[in-house]
C-alpha cells in the first residue's frame, strides 16, 4: 500500500496550491479519503474529506470556502485545491484512506509565508 502526497511548498498569504495523493495497492474506489494537517507543536487535524464515490465532503470550519477536496477513482488519485492561504495553514498534510483499515502517506510540507 502506498499513498504518495505532492504538490506542497513555499507560498505568500492569499494564494493558493493544490496538492495531489496518489494512491496504490488497495482498491482505491471502496475507501473514504481525507486530507489532514499537523502543524509544529500541534495535534494532527481533519482538513477535509471526500466519500468513495466522491459524492459527499466535509470540511474543518477553518477551511470552508477555501479548500476544496476531489477524487479521481479512474486514476486512483485524490486532490486538495487550497486558495487563499493563511499562514495558519502552514502544516505538514497528509492524505489517509479508510474503510477497515487506516493507510496514511509521509506527508507534503505546505509553508505560508510573506
Known amino acids: 500500500v502506498q499513498l504518495v502526497e505532492s504538490g506542497g511548498g513555499l507560498v505568500q498569504p492569499g494564494g493558493s496550491l493544490r496538492l495531489s495523493c496518489a494512491a496504490s495497492?488497495?482498491?482505491?474506489?471502496?475507501?473514504?479519503m481525507s486530507w489532514y494537517r499537523q502543524a509544529p507543536g500541534k495535534e494532527r487535524e481533519l482538513v477535509a474529506a471526500i466519500g468513495s464515490d466522491g459524492g459527499s465532503t466535509n470540511y474543518a470550519d477553518s477551511v470552508k470556502g477555501r479548500f476544496a477536496i476531489s477524487r479521481d477513482n479512474a486514476k486512483n488519485m485524490v486532490y486538495l485545491q487550497m486558495n487563499v492561504l493563511k499562514p495558519e495553514d502552514t502544516a505538514v498534510y497528509y492524505c489517509r484512506a479508510q474503510r477497515w483499515r487506516v493507510y496514511w502517506g509521509q506527508g507534503t510540507q505546505v509553508t505560508v509565508s510573506s
Open positions: 495497492g488497495f482498491t482505491f474506489n471502496n475507501y473514504v
